[in-house]
């Protein structure tokens, strides 16, 4: 069964300055996706970002990108720029590429907030 | 477009009683999955489902059961509810065969049993 750890419970950051947030997951599969979702307090879970484990190119989304590192199985997370609207949860996830597995495996998050 | 939608928001149930939660997902959307989150942990696959049929099914007892309609929206439904069923309850939408598109979820219902 695939796990995904998140080991930073909770983090702040300044208004303007960088984040990263660390993800593993531990697998047998050679392809897969991950992801990155936000939970504000408004509680919808919003994709922030994703990679395709068979893609090297790490991926990239305005001021959010990924460091995919798969020998290692780390996937960490990248806020340039935060911005008071960062504050939420966030939650690392894996999926499965095989056929009809569709379900999301989910880290335990990270909270992070941002100081004005 | 409406988002993915979930009904009720909040509801307060007695152990011992059911609950019926609802989902419609995204215009388009064949497959929905529900997932259960506890405060402070992140949120555990229930059931997935796609064309009314179950595709997959997380370590959930059998008091927990769900099913999906002809439109595409699904309800949870849990017997028998338990202290421990207190929860925010998720709903997500997807293409399937979106490969790495990821899932669109709600806003969840929030059960609270006393």
């Known amino acids: 069964a695939q796990t995904v750890t998140q080991s930073q419970p909770e983090m702040s950051v300044q208004e303007a300055e960088t984040v990263t947030l660390s993800c593993t997951y531990d697998?047998?599969?050679?392809?897969?996706?991950l992801f990155w979702y936000k939970q504000p307090p408004s509680r919808q879970m919003i994709l922030v970002i994703r990679q395709e484990a068979y893609k090297q190119q790490n991926a990239t989304e305005n001021r959010f990108s990924v460091n995919f590192q798969k020998a290692a199985k780390s996937f960490s997370l990248k806020i340039s720029d935060s911005q008071l609207g960062d504050t939420a949860m966030y939650f690392c996830a894996f999926r499965d590429s095989g056929a009809g597995s569709y379900q999301l495996t989910f880290g335990k998050g990270t909270k992070l907030s941002v100081i004005p | 477009d409406a988002g993915v939608t979930q009904s009720p928001t909040h509801l307060i149930k007695t152990r011992g009683q059911h609950v019926t939660l609802r989902c419609s997902p995204i215009s388009g959307h064949k497959s929905v999955s529900w997932y259960q989150q506890v405060l402070g942990q992140g949120p555990q696959f229930i059931f997935q489902y796609y064309e009314k049929e179950e595709r997959g099914r997380g370590n959930f007892p059998d008091r927990f059961s769900a099913r999906q309609f002809p439109n595409y929206s699904s309800e949870l439904n849990v017997n028998a509810l338990l202290l421990g069923d207190s929860a925010l309850y998720l709903c997500?939408?997807?293409?399937?065969?979106?490969?790495?598109?990821?899932?669109?979820f709600g806003s969840g219902t929030r059960l609270t049993v006393v």
């Open positions: 697998t047998s599969e050679n392809n897969y996706y």
């Open positions: 997500a939408s997807s293409l399937v065969g979106s490969g790495a598109s990821g899932y669109t």
